[in-house]
């Protein structure tokens, strides 16, 4: 049997460890410690890696090597192909999984299944799942710097927060609870990944808003750091259950495209969360274990290669 792993290479050397310096991002790291974890672990398989960074839209080098976000052989994307076959696996970092359509680049005919981390709903308006099916495998943080952060400060001492704060580009949701609800900070201003792990790190209590997909990376930043995270239902599910007011402190809003009652949604549960620390204690520390449990690069990995059945790309 033979497999190629199509992905944009993180590293000069795919079988080596130096990064680019622009790719330090978490799914190209573990697409390329996957497929190495697999050579490893599968020595009776032929198994070949393809930079995904030089091909056009059609999977040739040549031409326009232009990417929009939902190609077929863009950043977002991890697949995992029989050549011989041409059945194959999708495993999608993208915000919008419903942009992944039949049409010049997507034979989806041909694939098998689908394994998908964020962006499964079907509008940004209030966030209801699409109707796709897929496997659920985790999240990350996005950046590889974030995550050895994280583990630098988590245990930090933290304080209550006196307000909710966000920082992220306001649009949607975001930009009408930045104009419109003036008892949540949001900032705009873009900063390093580090210095915005240790703006956050103080706090017992952060929040998630909605955004381009249901989940940003900030829902694992927050319970990577060990903090009470406050933000809406999550849809979107995983290989091991983010269970609402367990691992975090789930809106109490139904209808997500209500946006003023959303955020006086957050309001309510952080005021809820101020006067009650040993429920902040007891969301903070089941957060965090679910996080070293799946959001960690090397438990990404783990959860990926245990669901991935190669058998089915015969």
């Not at 190209?28 to 020595?43: D, F, G």
């Not at 809820?272 to 799946?294: A, C, I, M, Q, T």
């Amino acid at each position: 049997m033979r497999l190629n792993f199509y992905f944009e290479w993180p590293f000069y050397d795919v079988e080596g460890e130096q990064l680019f310096p622009t790719s330090n991002y978490t799914h190209l790291i573990t697409s390329a410690k996957l497929y190495k974890l697999c050579k490893e672990t599968y020595p009776e398989i032929e198994i070949k890696a393809i930079n995904t960074y030089p091909l056009n839209w059609h999977g040739e080098i040549g031409g326009n090597p232009y990417h929009c976000p939902a190609c077929k052989f863009s950043h977002f994307f991890l697949i995992i192909e029989n050549p011989d076959t041409k059945k194959y696996f999708l495993v999608s970092y993208w915000d919008k999984l419903r942009e992944v359509t039949s049409g010049t680049f997507w034979d989806l005919e041909n694939c098998v299944e689908i394994f998908s981390s964020v962006g499964v709903q079907a509008n940004e308006i209030n966030f209801e799942s699409i109707n796709v099916p897929y496997t659920p495998i985790s999240g990350m943080s996005l950046y590889k710097q974030t995550e050895a952060r994280i583990e630098e400060v988590f245990r930090n001492p933290k304080i209550t927060p006196e307000n909710l704060f966000f920082r992220g580009v306001a649009y949607g949701i975001r930009d009408y609870l930045n104009k419109n609800e003036k008892r949540i900070y949001i900032d705009e201003t873009k900063i390093s990944s580090e210095a915005f792990i240790d703006e956050i790190a103080p706090y017992s209590i952060n929040i998630d808003i909605n955004g381009a997909a249901e989940v940003s990376c900030r829902t694992f930043d927050a319970m990577g750091l060990q903090s009470a995270l406050i933000r809406p239902k999550i849809n979107v599910k995983y290989h091991n259950e983010l269970i609402p007011d367990y691992h975090y402190a789930a809106l109490k809003c139904n209808d997500l495209g209500d946006w003023k009652a959303v955020g006086d949604a957050y309001i309510e549960r952080f005021e809820d969360l101020k006067k009650d620390p040993e429920l902040v204690k007891f969301l903070s520390e089941n957060g965090r274990k679910w996080y070293e449990e799946n959001a960690t690069m090397n438990a990404h990995i783990n959860i990926l290669k245990k669901l991935l059945d190669f058998n089915k790309l015969k």
